[in-house]
């Protein structure tokens, strides 16, 4: 018997939507800390599976404590039962590839591979060669090492907006938790601008309407 996210569905797109009104705050740590932990429990109590708590905030599970690359890859790569929560997976593996290639100018030693075909990863010698024939290529023909991340974060807004309208399923659950991950951060980057008066023009993250 399939479970309904119905309820936590119609929660979540109110959380959602409430950020829209968040306002100026020199607390920003304190308050983003506070929402995430907030829609953790929410999640939590509404029976999400732990591992896709673990997808949808991988940079607290995944990136502390150290460990090495082929652990985080191989968790990506395992079958997350759910369309979104794979292809969001698959993303943040080809992420993590044309991010290597961009600071470090290597390809990393993969077992499991995003939508990014290891023949390419592997004979790839720039980012042009990783992304030509790759769903990323109109979006990150001018990638640099400077605007990277905001046009991953500007793509993965794009890539799940229109399942953040699902209405009663996991997949719905976790698009929302997704964007409202990448509005906290958008958050962060303003106020963090404007409490120490940097122009954040280039960084701030354009999520349309």
Partial sequence: ???????????????????????????????????????????????????????????????????????????????????????????????????SRLRFDRKPMLDSYGTIPSTVVNQSHTVRDLIYTSMYFRDFENINRKNYPKLMDEFTHKTFKSHAYEAMSLNGVIAKSILYCLKLNNYRIIQKGRMLGLDVDEVVRNYGN
């Fill in 1 to 99: 018997m399939s479970v309904s996210y119905g309820r936590l569905n119609i929660e979540l797109m109110q959380l959602l939507d409430g950020l829209d009104h968040l306002g100026m705050s020199d607390a920003v740590d304190e308050t983003i800390l506070e929402k995430q932990e907030f829609l953790a429990r929410k999640l939590l109590q509404e029976g999400v599976p732990p591992h896709l708590m673990k997808l949808i905030f991988h940079e607290s599970y995944l990136y502390q404590g150290n460990p090495n690359d082929s652990e985080i890859m191989n968790f990506l790569g395992q079958d997350m039962g759910s369309d979104v929560a794979n292809t969001y997976a698959k993303m943040l593996i080809d992420f993590y590839v044309i991010e």
